[in-house]
C-alpha cells in the first residue's frame, strides 16, 4: 500500500450510509430476482434468443466442469496462463450460477461452491501478486482491477447458490473470501479504488455487489461513497500516466456516474473504455435497482446510463465496431459481451426501448438472467424496430462544456465522417485535437491509428500498452489533424492536455444534403487559433457524398504546419511530381515522426493536389488547396520500431513551412469501384476539377468546387459568428451572396 | 500485318474441311437451339436459379436500353471510354439475343438488330485502331484479342435474332461486318491468330462461331485448324514476350485443345489464364456439339475440355479464389462470368455431373440459354451435391511429363498448400520452380505475390501489366523457393525457362494423417539438383496440422542460398536477435532484390529459426533449421517503386552462404487465434520445441520433430528411390526402422 494514504475510516462513513431495504433470505438479488427466476423457468424453451444461449453456455460450463477446477498459484502477467485461468474461472462460474438457477441443477450449484470453497482456501495468506508492475498489485491477477473484474462476477455466481449453501458455508465464504477480498481492492488500494477512472467503477460494483449479495451495508456505502482519506498526492499518476485522485476529492460509484459522463450519456475515455467500464456500471445499477430501488440509480443525473449506452451504441461504425478514439482497439464491437449486458440491463430497466431489440437480435446472445429473458420474449414476440444511427454530436464533459465528439452520417450514404473536438479523455487520451476519422460500410478510410498494443497477447510485451503508444499512437501526427512544428499538441503533456477542450462553434445536421459540425481549438499550440469545419455534402451530379474540410490556422508566428492524412489502401495516382528515394529515411527524431519513413517527397504541379487510391474495391480521392512551397509527403510508418510493434499503415502530409495565418481546404471523394472477380472498373477518376479559395480572412472563408461535368459549388463560412439567426452578405466576383447562420452553400442541385 | 507471314490459303483448307451438317434455316444453334428455346418457354417462372437470372439480365438491358446505343470511334486503352463501352456493348447483346429468344419479345430483338447495324455502318473502312502497343492491333479495341471477344458474344446475338432479320439484312451483316471483322482477326492476324495460346483460342472461337451462325464452313475450318502459312519466325514474340509460333506448326481451335492442357485437364497457363480460356473453349464447343455432333468435341482427348473444368475448380481456395500461380490477379473465383459458363456448358453437355450444381448454386446465376435451363432444373429438383475439394496431383504437359501442381488438403482443417512444379506456363510464367502458397480458410498465409498489374484500371499502367510485374512479380525471390546468388531461375530467361520443367519425385494422399508431395528441378540453376518434400502432417496432440517442408540441396560449387517465406501478417515474435536499420536499404540491385527493403538482419541463436505473426485473428509459427553463420533477414517490398504498384508486404528470408549441399527444414504452424472482440487470445505459441536433422545425405533425409509437450515424431524421406515397393532400412541412435516406399513417418500419434 502507498505509505502516503493514511486511511480513516471514520463517522463519515456512517453520515453517508442509505439504509438497506430488508431482504433476509431472498436470494438472488443481483441480476437474478426470485419473480425473475420464476418467469424464466415457466417460458423456459419457448424463447429462441435465450434457449440458444442457455444451450451454448451449456455446452461451455459442461465442458469446464469435465475438465475440473484448477486455480493455479498466481504468478503470470495477462496471456499467461494463471491470468487466464483465474479470468476463464470468475467467466464460467457467473455462467454456471445462471445456469442453476435456471435449471435447478444440482451439478452447478456444486460447481460453484466447489470453486469458491477452492478460492477460500488458498485466499487467506495469498501475498500480493508476484509481478510488480501494476500501481495497485492484486493478489488473484497482477493488478487490483482484474481482481475487481473476479468479484463482479463471483459475486454473481454466490448470489445464484446463496440459498443452496449453508449458514456455516456461507461464514467461512464471506469470513475468509469475500470480505478480505473487498477489503484489498478498496481499504488496501486506495489508489485504485477511490478514483475517478474506470478501475475505479470495477472496484466499486465488486465491493459493492459483493455487499449486496451478504446484507452488508458497509461495503454498499463503502461502493457508492469510495473511502474517507485525508491525504492525497495530487500529482501521483497510475501505470497509464493518469492522474490518481480527482482534484475535488469525491469517490465512489456515485462519483464516478458524474465526472466522466457528459449530460449527453458520452463517456469521457472514448468508446472502448466506455464499453469497458459499461458492465461493472450497468451491473451494479442493476443490483442496486433490485436491492435498493430506492436511489432510483437508473432515473440518476437525469438517466445518464441509459443515455451512455445509446451513445455508446452511436458510436460505431456501419459493422458494430468502436470508432478507435484515444486509446481503443480495432475491432471492438457492439458484439463483446459487455454490450449484450448493456442492451440487455438498458431495455429491462429502461422503459424497454424497441430499437435495442434488433442489436440483441445481432448478438445472437442474450444474458441469462431477468434482463436477457426480458429481451430476449421481446424478440421473440416481434417487437425489434432497426438501431438507426444519424448523425450525432455528443458534448463532452460532465457538464456538457467541454468540446465534443460529433458524426456525420449522410442518409443514403454509407459514409461516416468522426470529428473529435473533446477533452483530453484522462489517461487513454490521444493529442489529435480536431481531428477526424472516415468510414464507409465500417471500412476505415482514413485511419485514427487506435492503439498500439495487442490486449492480452503475451507475446507483444505482455498484452499491455507497448512504448509505441506513447511514442507513436497518442502523438499528434498519428491523426488527421493538424502538428505544428512537429511537436504534439500541448507539447505532448498529460499535465497540460488534460487542462483542456477545444469548443464546438457550431453543428447543423438539419438541411438537406449537407451536414455540417465546426469547432476551434485555442490551447494546443498557445498563440495560434485553430478552426475546423467539415461537411458531407450530397450534390446531386456526384455519385457518393463527399467531404469537405476547412481547417483555418490563426498565429502572429510563422511556423511548420503539417496536415497528415492518413489514408487506407493502395496508391492509384496522383497529380504531381514527387521523388522516390532510394533508401527511406525518418522523417523526424521526436513527437511520433521518428516511426514514419518518407516515401516520396515532392511539390505541387498546380493550386491542387490530387491524391488517389484504392481500398476494399472502391476508389477515393483527396483533393487539397496547396501553395507552389508546400511540400507534399508520402510516409509510411514503421520506423525505430523494432519489435515490429507497429503496421507499416502509408501517410500523405501536407507541409507548408514559415506560414502564420493560413487555411487548408480539402475534398475527399468516394467514387466507383472495382470488382476483381469481373475486372471492371467503375467511376475510377475523381470528379472534382479545382478547388478554389475564393476569400479567406478573419470573417469569411469561401470555397469554390468545381466539377468535371463544368458545375461549381459555393461554401462560405463565417468565421466569428456560430449565430444560427445572424444575417450575412458577401460579394463575390461582384455578385451578392446572402444568409443567415453560421455557414452557406450555392449550387448543390 | 507483319511482312513476314506471307499468307497462302491453299488448297490445304479443302483437304481438311469436315462438312457441316444441315441447319439451314435451324436458328438458333449455337449455345440456344429450337429445342432448348422451346423448354425455356414452358418452364419460365418455375425455375429460380433461372428466372432469377432472367430478372436481372432485364434489369440490365433495359437500363442499356434505355440509355441508349453508342458505338464510338475507337480510341482508348482498357479503362478507357471507347474500350469499355465497346466491351458493354457486345455482354450486353448477347444477353438481349437471349432475352429475345426467351420471353419472344420484339424489344431485344430491334435493339440488337439497331446495335448490329452501328457497327456494320461503322466497320467498313474504320483503320486500325490508334493505339499502337499490341503485336496484333484490333480494330474496336487496341487488341484483336478484345476484337475477338466483341465477336464472340455478338455471334451469339447474331444467333438469336438470325430468324428476326431479312435475308437482305442478313446479307449486309454478313458481308459488311462479320466476314470482314473475321478475317481481320485470322487471315489479317495471323501471329494473333495461329498461335497456341489463349489469345488463339478466343480467335479461333470467335471465327468458329461467327462460322456456325452464317453457315460458313471456311470460316469453321479456319476456326478448328488455322490459317496455312509457309513461313514463320520462331524467334518472334508477342507483347507479354511469349513465343508466337508453336514449333510443330499447329494452329486452330484444336491444336489449343493439345498442347496447353495436360490429360488431367490442367491448363499450363495456370488457373487465372484457364478461366480466360474457358469461356471461348467450352461455348465455340457447344456450338460445335450442337452443328457438328460428330466431331465428338466433348469426348476429345478423352474429355480433357470436362476435365478442366473439374482442374479449375479445384484449383481454387475454401472461397472459390484462383490459386494465383503465374501470372494470376487475386480475388478472380469461380464466380466469375466466364465460369458460369463454364459449370453450366460442363454440366449440361458432360454427363450432368451434379457436384457442379453445388458451384452453380453458389454461383447464383445461370446462363441464359438451354445449358443454363439444364442446371437450374437440376437446381430445383434438388440435384445438387457437395463439390468437395480434396488433395489433387496435376501432371503438366500436353503429354502429362511436364512436372505438375499438386494442392494438399488434410481432411478436417481448413488448410490448403498449393506446391508447384510445373513446366513454365508459357508467356505468364514466373520463375518460381518448387515454390509453394499456403492458404488457411480461403485466407493466404504464405503468399504466391501473383502480379503486379491492375486489371483495366486505367490509372495504373492503362490496366495492363506493370513493369513491376517483370521487375518483381516473375522473379524467383517473389516466391516461397530457394535462389541461389541472387538469381532467378533460368536467369530468368523465358527462352531457357520454357524449355524445362521440374519432376515428380512422388505424391501420396492415401495414408491417414499425412499427405506428401515431393519433386526434382536441375535445369533452374545448372549444376545444382534440388529435391522439395512437402508434407502436411495431422499429429494427435497439435491443434491443427502442420507444414513439414523439406528442401535439399546438391551441388558441387558452393553458393548463397536465399530462402524466402512470404509471410502474411503481423509479427509477434521471433527467437533470435536482429538489428533494425535506422535507414532502409534495398536487399539487392537485380532480379527482384532490388523493391525489397531489410527490416531487420540478424543470426540464428540455436539451430532453429523461429518466427510467430499473426493474421486473421490466428496465430502462426515457422520453425526452420539453421546454421550458425546463417542470416536471417526481414524484409518489406517496395523498394524502387515510385508509382507505388507494388504491397508494402514482409517477407522472411533465411539466408545461407559459401555452401554446396545442404538441406532446408521447415515446420509451419497454425496454432489458436485472437477475437478483438472477447480480448482473448488462445493457443498463441508454437507447440513445436525443435526440428533435428538426423541424417542427410545422398541417401536419406531424416528430421525428428520434437513438441512442448514431450513427444516426438520422425520423418524418414528415401533420396533415391520413389518407388512405393522399395524397402529401406536405417537405424537412429541404434535403433532399426525399417519400412516401404520413399517416405515413412513414425510418432503421428
Redesign the interface.
Known amino acids: 500500500m502507498n505509505p502516503n494514504f493514511r486511511i480513516k475510516l471514520v463517522a463519515m462513513v456512517l453520515s453517508m450510509t442509505v439504509s438497506l431495504m430488508s431482504h433476509a433470505g431472498e436470494h438472488p438479488r443481483l441480476v437474478m430476482t426470485q419473480a425473475g427466476v420464476e418467469k424464466i423457468r415457466s417460458q423456459l424453451s419457448t424463447v429462441p434468443l435465450f434457449d440458444a444461449t442457455v444451450k451454448k453456455v451449456m455446452a461451455e460450463v459442461d465442458a469446464e466442469i469435465e475438465l475440473g477446477i484448477d486455480t493455479p498459484i498466481p504468478k503470470d502477467y495477462s496471456?499467461g496462463y494463471t491470468h487466464?485461468r483465474h479470468k476463464r474461472n470468475f467467466l464460467i462460474i457467473q455462467k454456471a450460477g445462471a445456469l442453476y438457477q435456471i435449471l435447478d441443477d444440482d451439478k452447478y450449484a456444486n460447481y460453484v461452491r466447489d470453486m469458491l470453497f477452492q478460492y477460500e482456501a488458498m485466499y487467506t495468506g495469498l501475498p500480493l501478486h508476484p509481478k510488480t508492475r501494476s500501481y495497485a498489485r492484486g493478489k488473484l491477477f497482477w493488478q487490483c482491477l482484474n481482481d475487481a473484474n473476479w468479484l463482479v462476477y463471483v459475486s454473481q455466481a454466490y448470489d445464484a447458490i446463496y440459498n443452496y449453501l449453508s449458514a456455516d458455508e456461507r461464514a467461512a465464504l464471506e469470513d475468509n473470501l469475500f470480505r478480505p477480498f473487498a477489503d484489498h481492492i478498496s481499504i488496501d488500494s486506495p489508489q485504485f479504488f477511490n478514483r475517478v477512472h474506470n478501475h475505479s467503477t470495477w472496484g466499486n460494483a465488486a465491493v459493492g455487489m459483493i455487499g449486496l449479495v451478504m446484507g452488508d451495508d458497509e461495503l454498499v456505502n463503502r461502493a457508492l461513497y469510495g473511502i474517507p482519506f485525508d491525504e492525497l498526492d495530487a500529482t501521483a499518476k497510475d501505470d497509464d500516466g493518469g492522474y490518481i485522485f480527482d482534484k475535488d476529492g469525491k469517490a465512489g460509484f456515485l462519483a464516478n456516474l458524474e465526472d466522466p459522463f457528459s449530460p449527453d450519456g458520452y463517456y469521457t475515455e472514448g468508446p472502448y473504455y466506455q464499453r469497458y467500464a459499461m458492465y461493472p456500471f450497468l451491473v451494479f445499477a442493476q443490483g442496486l435497482n433490485n436491492a435498493k430501488p430506492e436511489l432510483r440509480i437508473f432515473e440518476h443525473r437525469d438517466g445518464v446510463l441509459l443515455k451512455a449506452v445509446d451513445a455508446l451504441l452511436n458510436l460505431s461504425d456501419a459493422d458494430g465496431d468502436f470508432f478507435p478514439l484515444n486509446d481503443g482497439?480495432?475491432?471492438?464491437?457492439y458484439?463483446?459481451?459487455s454490450i449484450v449486458s448493456a442492451v440487455n440491463i438498458a431495455y429491462h430497466m429502461g422503459g424497454e426501448d424497441t430499437r435495442l431489440l434488433s442489436i440483441a437480435a445481432e448478438q445472437g446472445r442474450v444474458l441469462l438472467d431477468d434482463a436477457g429473458m426480458s429481451v430476449a420474449l421481446a424478440v421473440r414476440d416481434g417487437h425489434a424496430r432497426a438501431f438507426e444511427k444519424t448523425s450525432v454530436n455528443y458534448l463532452d464533459g460532465s457538464d456538457g462544456k467541454q468540446g465534443g465528439v460529433a458524426v456525420l452520417r449522410p442518409g443514403d450514404s454509407a459514409l461516416e465522417l468522426v470529428f473529435k473536438y473533446s477533452s483530453h479523455g484522462l489517461s487513454h487520451g490521444h493529442y489529435d485535437k480536431l481531428s477526424f476519422s472516415l468510414f464507409e460500410d465500417g471500412d476505415e478510410i482514413l485511419q485514427d491509428y487506435g492503439m498500439a498494443r495487442?490486449?492480452?497477447?503475451?507475446?507483444?510485451g505482455g498484452?499491455n500498452y507497448l512504448k509505441e503508444n506513447t511514442s507513436w499512437a497518442k502523438q499528434t501526427v498519428a491523426h488527421n489533424t493538424l502538428v505544428q512544428n512537429e511537436t504534439s499538441h500541448f507539447g505532448g503533456k498529460y499535465e497540460v492536455g488534460s487542462l483542456h477542450h477545444s469548443d464546438l462553434y457550431f453543428f447543423d445536421d438539419a438541411r438537406p444534403g449537407v451536414q455540417v459540425v465546426s469547432a476551434t481549438e485555442s490551447n494546443a499550440y498557445p498563440g495560434t487559433e485553430m478552426m475546423r469545419t467539415m461537411a458531407i455534402i450530397k450534390k446531386s451530379n456526384f455519385e457518393n457524398p463527399f467531404v469537405l474540410d476547412i481547417l483555418n490556422v490563426l498565429s502572429d508566428t510563422e511556423y511548420q504546419y503539417d496536415l497528415p492524412f492518413h489514408f487506407m489502401g493502395?496508391?492509384?495516382?496522383a497529380n504531381f511530381e514527387?521523388e522516390?528515394p532510394?533508401?527511406?529515411?525518418?522523417l523526424g527524431n521526436a513527437n511520433g515522426y521518428q516511426h514514419l519513413?518518407v516515401?516520396?517527397r515532392g511539390h505541387p504541379a498546380t493550386d491542387n493536389a490530387k491524391l488517389?487510391w484504392?481500398e476494399y474495391d472502391r476508389f477515393y480521392t483527396l483533393t487539397s488547396t496547396t501553395q507552389e512551397s508546400d511540400e507534399l509527403l508520402?510516409t509510411?510508418l514503421?520506423?525505430?520500431?523494432?519489435?515490429?510493434n507497429l503496421?507499416?499503415d502509408?501517410a500523405f502530409i501536407i507541409r507548408r513551412k514559415g506560414i502564420g495565418n493560413t487555411v487548408f481546404i480539402s475534398a475527399i471523394e468516394s467514387h466507383g469501384g472495382?470488382s476483381?472477380?469481373?475486372?471492371?472498373?467503375i467511376n475510377?477518376?475523381s470528379l472534382i476539377s479545382s478547388i478554389e479559395i475564393l476569400r479567406n480572412d478573419d470573417r469569411y472563408t469561401i470555397v469554390s468546387i468545381a466539377d468535371v461535368q463544368g458545375s461549381s459549388l459555393l461554401f462560405f463560412l463565417a468565421r466569428k459568428d456560430a449565430s444560427s439567426t445572424s444575417r450575412h452578405e458577401v460579394r463575390i466576383a461582384g455578385r451578392p451572396y446572402m444568409w443567415t447562420g453560421p455557414y452557406n452553400i450555392v449550387g448543390l442541385d
Chains 1, 2 share one sequence.
Open positions: 496471456g487466464e482497439q480495432k475491432g471492438m464491437s458484439h463483446a459481451g495487442f490486449v492480452n497477447i503475451e507475446q507483444k498484452g493502395h496508391v492509384m495516382q514527387y522516390s532510394a533508401s527511406l529515411e525518418p519513413f516515401e516520396g488517389s484504392m508520402f509510411r514503421g520506423a525505430n520500431d523494432p519489435e515490429f503496421r507499416r502509408p472495382y476483381p472477380v469481373s475486372e471492371i472498373a475510377s477518376s
